[in-house]
Structures are given as C-alpha cells and as structure tokens.
C-alpha cells in the first residue's frame, strides 16, 4: 500500500528549488547552453539550476496526480518564469530514451509575485478549491511558516528541498492528517464476517 499524499504540494524557488535569488543573483537574458538539462546561464555565466533531487520530486508528484504549485514573492516574477520555462528536467530513472520536460510543465499553479505568502495560498485555495489541510509548503524561510494559520503544513528548508527533506514534509503532513477509513468493504459492510 502506498501512503497517502496531500493533494497539492508548493514549493518556494529560492533557496527552495534552486540556489540563488533570481531577483538579485540573476542578470537576464537568460539561456540554455545548447541542449543542456538543469542549467541556464545568466548574462554574466551564472548558473541556475535545480537541487539534485528536484527532478525526480517532480516526477514523483506527478506521477502521484498531486497538484504542484509555485509559491514565490520574488521581485521578478517574469524572470522565475522564464527560468521554469526554459529549465529542463530529465526523464525519470529507467525513461533513459524519454526527452527531458521544461520544468514549468510540472506546475500547476504559479503564485509568484512580491507579498505575504498568506496571499498566495488564498489564491492557490480560490484557484483549486482544495481545502488548506490537502496543501503541504517546502520552503527555505522561517517566516512563511505563516501559512500555518491558514491550515496548510509548512516544512522549513534551511538547505534546499532534497530526499531527505521532501520525505520529512510527507511524514509531518501524514502525522498531522492521518488517513481516515471511507472506503467500504465490496458489497456492503463486512459482507460474510458472521
């Protein structure tokens, strides 16, 4: 059996996904080298890329049917966009012959402007109707631990989202929402148990 997953899983992108703040660390344009996957070059060769394990999260989650979001207050929501945009992802371990995804197709949502990460979950919960209990946040400040308030499980992320973390996140938003039992035996309650 495997374990449940919150319907709707955020991430932060600096610090969060990748290592730099694009509003200040970044020079556009920015650009690919060639066919390269997880990296782009700023106007003066500075490297954007995804932590190592991103990828294979993003897969995961999509694999899984969650919904994944983007969660940022970044003065410079165009460029975060680009960067998805034009960032690529290789395939799953074993999809060796698959093309790697523009990471911006693993998203369903992009919340991604200056403000209060309070803001972006209101909009993420208007947007997908999914309750704030269905919605677990990686992110690399302590400060948007906020969205508490809301109901939505927040995981700090002092170094990044990597395995390691990402499973901490799961365990913390499981032990906060058990499963609860809705499903019934087939053909009614506990057929032929007499």
């Not at 700023?42 to 993003?58: K, S």
């Not at 998203?107 to 919960?125: A, C, R, V």
């Not at 989202?161 to 906060?176: I, P, T």
């Amino acid at each position: 059996m495997t374990s449940r997953l919150p319907k709707l899983i955020a991430f932060d992108l600096d610090y969060t996904l990748w290592d730099l703040w694009i509003d200040t660390h970044i020079d556009p344009p920015i650009r690919r080298p060639g066919d390269a996957v997880n990296e782009l070059r700023d106007r003066y060769n500075h490297r954007i890329a995804f932590y190592r394990d991103v990828g294979e999260i993003l897969h995961r989650l999509r694999e899984g049917g969650v919904t994944i979001a983007a969660a940022s207050r970044t003065h410079a929501p165009d460029l975060a966009r680009q960067a998805l945009g034009l960032l690529l992802v290789p395939p799953p371990p074993g999809h060796k012959g698959e093309a790697p995804t523009p990471a911006i197709q693993f998203f369903d949502q992009l919340e991604i402007y200056p403000g209060s990460k309070i803001k972006h979950f209101k909009e993420l919960h208007k947007k997908t109707g999914l309750p704030y209990s269905e919605m677990l946040f990686f992110d690399d400040e302590h400060r948007n631990k906020e969205v508490e308030s809301l109901g939505v499980t927040f995981c700090l992320v002092p170094s990044g989202v990597n395995d390691r973390s990402f499973e901490q996140g799961l365990a913390e938003w499981r032990r906060r929402h058990p499963v609860e039992v809705t499903e019934d035996a087939p053909g009614g309650d506990a057929a032929g148990l007499e």
